[in-house]
């Protein structure tokens, strides 16, 4: 399995100029290749080969004097960008397709300096390598500082360097891990848990246990607002509507990061006490366009089923998904008798068979175990989730080494 492990940088003046320069490069190339292959499409000709796009947008075109800037970054990083734009059509075509799985994906479109991430990528090619000091060297770019959370397990496959809206610098590299080291190192269990995620609770375990949720951005809203209210007075264009525009960003990303190292805990958590773990496949989407939306989009229950989802796999844990129509709030877990629907105050209710007192979640998060045990057992064999790629910003809390980094 291949993670990805995210470290805060913070480059000087000048390496901050030389990072700027490497993001203009990439996104001019990425949008000379997309504009050379609508080009051919509009006349009806072929798409340009991945070869004959490194040779006209990047070799040709630095002996240009429209393009001459090019030579100033590493040529690496103009080569993954035309990768970028090949996979972002393959995405594409599959998507039309129809062999993708997920959402339909749109047609490549241009970048835009004023997006609100920018990234490189530098593969091993490309000779970066990390300093006995513990700086990252970066070609054309210097040694850049690092803040290091924790160690590098192996020698990273590639390093992506990331300038998020907030205008932080982050290094993302890519690690490849061993599953029977990674299960090794999870103490042996034979615990099961069902989850109910909820509003109230962000969740019910089939235990009993209640965890309370953090509403970060309820909590922060009064600060959001503030902020958001001194943007819209700045006029457009003006330093000072850049300056306020960063705080808006940076407020958000305090918000967005708290609730991201919430949901790691917590799902590092469930994952090292049980064996197996079951939850219900929410329509995230759906419930996002009630009234209930800034809540859900609130609690993050995607992101965090997510989280559950590839940790389960890296540590060789038993995740089963039941399906959202099962009806773990309307059936009593003692008797098994369907009570039928309740409105959402109904927070505790009465079996009318069996005249057992449930609450609502506690209920629910263990019909959610019980019908998870069935579906485990109906193919014969533990659900297991498919193959996960490469989790973007994974952070810390996931009982790794913090020893100082290893290059």
Not at 184 to 197: F, N
Not at 297 to 306: E, I, T, V
Request: proline letters at 4%.
């Amino acid at each position: 399995m291949q993670l990805r492990y995210s470290f805060r940088l913070y480059p000087d003046t000048g390496q901050q100029t030389a990072l700027a320069k490497a993001f203009g490069c990439a996104r001019v190339v990425f949008n000379d290749a997309v504009r050379a292959r609508e080009d051919a499409r509009d006349a009806g000709r072929p798409f340009p080969t991945a070869g004959q796009l490194s040779r006209k947008l990047i070799t040709e075109a630095k002996r240009t004097a429209g393009r001459s800037w090019l030579g100033e970054v590493s040529a690496v990083v103009l080569q993954q960008s035309l990768r970028d734009a090949e996979t972002a059509y393959r995405n594409f075509f599959a998507s039309l397709k129809g062999t993708r799985k997920g959402r339909r994906v749109g047609a490549p479109r241009f970048k835009s300096r004023k997006d609100a991430r920018q990234s490189v990528r530098f593969t091993a090619n490309a000779r970066w390598s990390i300093t006995g000091s513990g700086r990252l060297c970066l070609p054309k770019i210097g040694a850049v500082k690092v803040k290091w959370s924790r160690t590098l397990p192996v020698t990273p496959t590639s390093v992506t360097v990331v300038k998020d809206a907030a205008g932080r610098y982050f290094a993302s590299f890519v690690i490849g891990t061993d599953p029977a080291t990674d299960q090794a190192r999870m103490p042996e269990t034979d615990q099961i848990a069902g989850i109910d995620l909820g509003l109230t609770h962000f969740a019910v375990l089939s235990d009993g246990t209640k965890i309370d949720s953090p509403r970060f951005l309820r909590r922060a809203e009064k600060k959001l607002k503030k902020v958001q209210k001194e943007l819209s007075r700045k006029q457009k264009g003006s330093k000072n509507r850049a300056k306020a525009r960063l705080k808006v960003a940076r407020a958000h990303a305090k918000v967005s990061d708290a609730r991201r190292e919430f949901h790691h805990q917590l799902s590092t958590r469930l994952i090292s006490e049980n064996q197996g773990i079951a939850v219900e496949d929410l329509a995230v989407a759906g419930l996002a366009r009630t009234k209930l939306a800034k809540s859900v989009h609130d609690a993050g229950w995607a992101s965090f089923l997510s989280m559950l989802e590839y940790k389960a796999e890296r540590y060789g844990r038993t995740l089963v998904k039941i399906g959202r129509f099962e009806p773990t709030s309307q059936t009593c877990s003692t008797c098994g008798v369907k009570d039928g629907p309740k409105p959402l105050n109904v927070r505790e209710w009465t079996c009318s068979a069996c005249g057992t007192v449930h609450d609502r979640d506690h209920n629910a998060a263990i019909n959610v175990k019980t019908a998870a045990g069935l579906a485990a057992s109906a193919c014969g064999a533990p659900v297991r989730p498919g193959a996960i790629p490469a989790q973007r910003e994974e952070t810390g809390s996931h009982g790794l080494p913090t020893e100082p980094c290893a290059a």
